[in-house]
Nanobody
C-alpha cells in the first residue's frame, strides 16, 4: 500500500526558511516521480514542484522558482522541499504525491495523474 507522510511544516516569519519532508512507505519511491502541491484557504490546490525518479529533472511553479528547491534521497525513500525567502502568500497546507512515471513533464500539476497522496502539513508565514 502506497503511503506518504509529510513533515516539517510550521510557523515562520516572512523571509524565513522551512524544509518539508515526504517519507514514502509501502513502495519503492525511486520508481515514482514525486510532486508537491499546496492549498491555501479558499483556493484550489495547485502544483508547486515535481521531481523525476532519478532527481535529475525538476519542475517548479513560477511563483516559487528561485526560492524553493526540490530534492530526493532514494536511499531514504524521502523527498524534500527546501523553501527559502518565504512570503505570506506561501501560507497553505502542503501535500506530496507519488506518480508512477519517470518524469513529471509539463502536466506535473494535474492531480488526477498521481497515485497516492499524503495527509498534508501546514505552513504558515506570518510576522
Amino acid at each position: 500500500q502506497l503511503q506518504l507522510v509529510e513533515s516539517g511544516g510550521g510557523l515562520v516569519q516572512p523571509g524565513g526558511s522551512l524544509r518539508l519532508s515526504c517519507a514514502a512507505s509501502g513502495f519503492t519511491a525511486e520508481y515514482y516521480a514525486i510532486g508537491w502541491f499546496r492549498q491555501a484557504p479558499g483556493k484550489e490546490r495547485e502544483g508547486v514542484s515535481c521531481i523525476s525518479t532519478s532527481g535529475s529533472v525538476t519542475n517548479y511553479a513560477d511563483s516559487v522558482k528561485g526560492r524553493f528547491t526540490i530534492a530526493r534521497d532514494n536511499a531514504k525513500n524521502t523527498v524534500y522541499l527546501q523553501m527559502n525567502s518565504l512570503k505570506p502568500e506561501d501560507t497553505a497546507v502542503y501535500y506530496c504525491a507519488a506518480r508512477s512515471t519517470y518524469y513529471c513533464g509539463t502536466a506535473y500539476s494535474a492531480e488526477y495523474l498521481y497515485d497516492a497522496w499524503g495527509q498534508g502539513t501546514q505552513v504558515t508565514v506570518s510576522s
